[in-house]
């Protein structure tokens, strides 16, 4: 069973930054891809980016140049950071596993606001 935790969200000014981090358990998480989505207001959720077991990684035009992917394979944790934040970027970060048999996994979600 995996089950995934974010954390990390909160409120943010515009041009600020902040870390998310999501801390998954399952034994399956080290040959996994590990994804961050976010959901806007009134809009669909979209992939951010994400990093293959490997560690390549791989980013929507939106956000690139200015969020960066990492992962710990010791402590089971994906990170997402983001820098020069935008108000459009306020959204609920999602944290996504998927196997190499393409199972999903959702984490709960976190809130990231950029206030301007």
């Known amino acids: 069973q995996v089950q995934l935790v974010e954390s990390g969200g909160g409120l943010v000014q515009v041009g600020g930054s902040l870390r998310l981090s999501c801390a998954a358990s399952?034994?399956?998480?080290?040959?996994?891809?590990m994804a961050w989505y976010r959901q806007g207001p009134g809009k669909q959720r979209e992939l951010v980016g994400f990093?293959?077991?490997?560690?390549?990684?791989n980013y929507a035009d939106s956000v690139k140049g200015r969020f960066t992917i990492s992962r710990d394979s010791a402590k089971n944790t994906a990170n997402l950071q983001m820098h020069s934040l935008k108000p459009e970027d306020t959204a609920v970060y999602y944290c996504?596993?998927?196997?190499?048999?393409?199972?999903?996994?959702w984490g709960q979600g976190t809130q990231v606001i950029v206030s301007s």
């Open positions: 996504n596993l998927q196997t190499p048999w393409k199972s999903n996994y």
């Open positions: 399952g034994s399956i998480v080290s040959i996994s891809t």
């Open positions: 990093i293959t077991s490997g560690g390549n990684t």
